[in-house]
């Protein structure tokens, strides 16, 4: 698989292919290009001491020959993107002010980094969110790559689709929420469930759906353990922080449709600490769980992709996905068709 059939994948059914024009300004992609020395990529975000984009990115680049190509945390809030994406567009080639081959995007900068893209993927524009910001020629992109992320990890679970017998859902009603919402669409799920506290705060997921052209039940989260034993949903992916699942995963009594030839699958995206409660309650009722590291990977593997403008051989790219898993203590993959 290359790179452009991988990231085929994470393309939506359904929403015209055409990117989204913003503001122009130039940026001096021949002097970037001159100097790949001074190349860096960050992961923006708020707090950001967590994160394990470096590793995973700094893996890639080793693999990749990218030896030059820096990638370090920047602890970042909104009032900080102005300054940040002046440096994108009107780099000095200098340590200070290197040329930024591209930006991993996280909380709480998601929707605030949108006005400082030209352009937005059809991802993108359809989730509302940018978790991935790169220059190619004179402008600068915006994309979600959580959406292929999400796509890959249930598929590295051992999901096959089948839409029509079975019933998605989604916890958990925030941005997250979205790019699963997405993600399900480009799987071919056309009804999903989504569960959350306050029903009321669910207007941007229901907006989303329209959109997607997904029939979308909101249904409170108290319903939920109940649902599963008897009603059932695979997949099921859970967006909800660490920890905030544990009080309705205690009570948890059963999955139907679990057995020995059927496991429902969970993502859950949390994934520090590891097993969540959700986890192993899930697999304690015989489901298969898979965790948000798998998620967080496979969005990365794609923004190298972009940050490096390569396209892969099948080999080269499984290559590239187990040296990141290694980073990481990820078991290693066997294939990444």
């Known amino acids: 698989m290359n790179a452009s059939s991988w990231r085929a ?4 059914p359904g929403v015209e292919s055409e990117r989204v024009s913003m503001k122009t300004e130039p940026y001096r992609e021949a002097l970037y290009r001159e100097a790949p020395y001074l190349r860096r990529a960050y992961v923006l975000g708020h707090p950001i001491s967590h994160s394990l984009s470096p590793a995973l990115h700094r893996a890639a680049y080793d693999f990749l020959g990218e030896q030059n190509l820096g990638y ?5 809030l909104p009032d900080d993107l102005p300054a ?24 709480p900068l998601k929707t ?22 790169y220059p ?48 399900l669409h480009a799987l ?3 009804r999903v469930s989504v569960y959350a506290r306050s029903l009321h705060k669910l207007g941007s997921v229901q907006e989303a759906a329209d959109r997607l052209g997904v029939q979308l039940e909101q249904i409170s989260l108290t319903e939920l353990p109940q649902n599963l034993a008897e009603r059932g949903h695979h997949p099921v992916v859970s967006t909800l922080p660490a920890r905030a699942a544990d009080e309705w995963a205690s009570q948890l009594s059963g999955l139907k449709g679990a057995s020995a030839t059927h496991r429902p699958v969970l993502l859950d995206v949390a994934y520090n600490p590891w097993p969540s409660v959700l986890a192993s309650a899930w697999e304690a009722n015989g489901g298969t ?12 593997v794609e923004q190298v992709l972009l940050f490096t403008d390569r396209t ?14 290694e980073a990481v203590g990820l078991p290693l993959r066997a294939s990444v068709s």
Not at 9 to 12: E, F, G, I, N, R
Not at 113 to 133: F, H, K, M, P
Not at 289 to 300: D, T
Not at 312 to 325: F, R, W
């Open 312 to 325: 892969l051989s099948e080999g080269e790219l499984l290559s590239l996905v187990n040296a990141m898993c």
């Open 136 to 183: 190619r020629g004179e402008k600068v992109l915006g994309h979600n790559t959580d959406v292929i992320g999400i796509v890959n990890a249930l598929r590295h679970a051992g999901l096959e689709p089948e839409p029509i017998k079975e019933s998605a859902a989604i916890v958990g009603g925030g941005a997250t929420a979205i790019s699963a919402l997405a993600a």
């Open 84 to 107: 940040i994406m002046r440096g994108v567009r009107h780099p000095d080639g200098t340590e200070d002010a290197p040329y930024i081959a591209g930006l991993s995007v996280t909380m």
């Open 289 to 300: 769980v898979v965790s948000g590291l798998e998620m967080l990977l496979y969005q990365a």
């Open 9 to 12: 994948c994470a393309q939506v």
């Open 112 to 133: 605030a980094v949108i006005q400082y893209c030209d352009e937005l993927s059809e991802t993108a524009r359809v989730t509302g969110a940018v978790n991935t910001v």
């Open 188 to 190: 071919g799920y056309r």
């Open 72 to 76: 370090e945390r920047r602890d970042t």
